[in-house]
C-alpha cells in the first residue's frame, strides 16, 4: 500500500456551519484503488449526527464511495487525523473531491477542518462547499491522506524459451541451448577469428 498525503495546515475552518456540511479537496486520482481516507479534524462545543468520508466524482457530485467514521461529538478537542477504512474499496481514474461531510450544527457545536492557505500540492486546491455548489479555493490545499494500492498490471506468461534466453526453440516445438559461438559471434578459432553469418 501507498499514501498520498498534504499534512500541512494553518489554518482550520467549520465544516458545518459555514460550508453547508461538506469540505476536502480537489485532486485527480489516476487508477489507484483508495482503500483509507483521514482528514485532520476536530470538535467545538458538542455537535451531533455523524461525520463521513466520502470521495465525489467532480463531474457530477455523485458519490464514488462513502465510510461513516461515527459521531461528530466523539472527535476530540485538539484534533488528529480520523481515518476511515473503505469496506470495498473501488479503483479511480478521474477527477474527484476528497470530502469531508457533517450534518449542519448551530454556531458554537463545530467540526473543524484544517487546511494550508499556501498552493502545497500542484493541480490540487482545497474546496468548500458553499450552500448549492462547491467553491475552490485555488492557492490552498486541505490536510487530508488516503491510502491506495495500485491495480495489478497484466499478467504475461512467458514461454520457456522466454523466461530462458540461454535457449531457442526449434522446428516442430523443440528447444536447444544456444552455443557458446552463438552467444558471442566471434570467437577465437586456431588464433584467428570467426564470424557467424545468419542467414
Known amino acids: 500500500m501507498a499514501v498520498e498525503e498534504q499534512i500541512l495546515s494553518s489554518n482550520n475552518y467549520a465544516i458545518n456551519y459555514h460550508n453547508d456540511g461538506r469540505a476536502g479537496q480537489r ?34 457530485d455523485s458519490i464514488l464511495i462513502s465510510k461513516v467514521w461515527g459521531l461528530a461529538n466523539s472527535l476530540s478537542t485538539t484534533g488528529s487525523f480520523v481515518e476511515v477504512t473503505f469496506a470495498s474499496p473501488i479503483i479511480i481514474n478521474e477527477e474527484v473531491r476528497l470530502s ?42 486541505c490536510t487530508y491522506r488516503y491510502t491506495y494500492d495500485a491495480p495489478p498490471g497484466p499478467t504475461v506468461n512467458l514461454s520457456d524459451t522466454e523466461a530462458d534466453p540461454t535457449y531457442v526453440a526449434e522446428g516442430g516445438g523443440g528447444r536447444r ?23
Request: glycine share 8%; with cysteine.
Open 100 to 141: 469531508c461531510e457533517c450534518d449542519v450544527q448551530p454556531y458554537g457545536d463545530d467540526v473543524f477542518y484544517m487546511y494550508q492557505n499556501t498552493d502545497v500540492k500542484p493541480l490540487e486546491q482545497h474546496s468548500r462547499y458553499l450552500g448549492v455548489a462547491w467553491a475552490d479555493q485555488a492557492g490552498e490545499d
Open 177 to 199: 541451448r544456444i552455443t557458446d559461438t552463438e552467444l558471442n559471434p566471434e570467437v577465437s578459432v586456431g588464433g584467428g577469428s570467426q564470424a557467424i553469418i545468419i542467414y
Open 27 to 60: 485532486c485527480t486520482i489516476s487508477l489507484r484503488k483508495v482503500t483509507k481516507l483521514a482528514f485532520y479534524i476536530r470538535k467545538r462545543g458538542s455537535p451531533t449526527g455523524n461525520v463521513t468520508m466520502c470521495i465525489r466524482a467532480v463531474s457530477d
